[in-house]
């Protein structure tokens, strides 16, 4: 039954998380000595230079921290699936899927600073969904928009849904109380380390005016040496599994709420942001290929719940198999 993902109960996903979860303590602590700093990559994201050298400085608290990082991001991204809806069906398989998805790309050298995008990113989109519901929250807003407004901070490359995520949201909800909120939330901790450069005497304008131009550093040597062969057949195989969940959706949205059809459209739109972003944009980094892989784990189980029982358990396999040949 552990291998019918779509049918797992909450023991089985659990099982499944803490499985990885650990499995990833142990490849960080036997093959990354530590979490080199990306020169020329990481000047513009200030929070990213900071847990670049926390995690080299204090390798030992840093190994210490993964384990419950990675629980907390996979429970976070998956918990609304199980409760609102999402899929025709109810299911657990986001929790297992989101684990091994997680575990494919955040184990490389920068492992730290990949599991607090992972972290973030996951904070972000699992508070966000809530919000497409009627009956919005403002804290569950406001909270997921500083989550969202802290990403480019750690790492430049993810300013670009920065600027989409909130757009969509005040496109979609359309009232002054909510867009405000959303705006207010995501620009704050940009606003707070740029008052704290000029606190420190600097300049207000040209700490914010870093950030911006460090898309336009070239990051793709470093991205290129991440997507090893190994790492790109796992990231082959999501994508066959994505977009074969959304050929599903297609043909049943009909039989979703308003607001799962309304959460399926901002997936869809983060997607295609990101993979727009990851070909695009100079400064594209890993930090990309983790929040896309972390957006397709929340559409696949739609894949596991169609398919039959026996090549639902195959392609299960063969996206746990991938996951770990990834890291070689």
Known sequence: ???????????????TLLLFAAAAVAVASFCFS??????????????????????????????????????????RLSRPTARLGIYATGTLAAVALS?????GVMLAPGYFRLLCVALLFAEMLGRLVYCFGPNMRAHLLFTSMLSLGMLPLVDISLLPIAVVIPIIVIVVRGTLRESIIAIVGVLLPTFIYCYVMWLLGG????????????LFVSCRVTLANYLAMPRLVFLGVLLFLQLASLLYYTSERITLTGAARGIWSLLVLLFVVLVVTLLLLPAASPAIIVALALTMSVMIPLFFLRVGMLLAAVAYVLMAISAVVALF
């Open 203 to 214: 300049s207000f304008t040209l700490a914010g005016y870093a950030i911006y131009e460090a």
């Open 1 to 15: 039954m552990i291998f019918d993902v779509a049918r797992h109960k909450f023991a089985e996903g659990l099982f």
């Open 99 to 103: 684990s091994i998805a997680l575990f």
């Open 34 to 75: 530590h979490a080199p700093i990306v020169e020329g990559c990481s000047d513009g994201a200030p929070l990213g230079v900071l847990i670049d050298n926390f995690a080299a400085n204090n390798r030992g608290l840093a190994l210490t921290l993964v384990l419950p990082m990675y629980i907390a991001a996979v429970l």
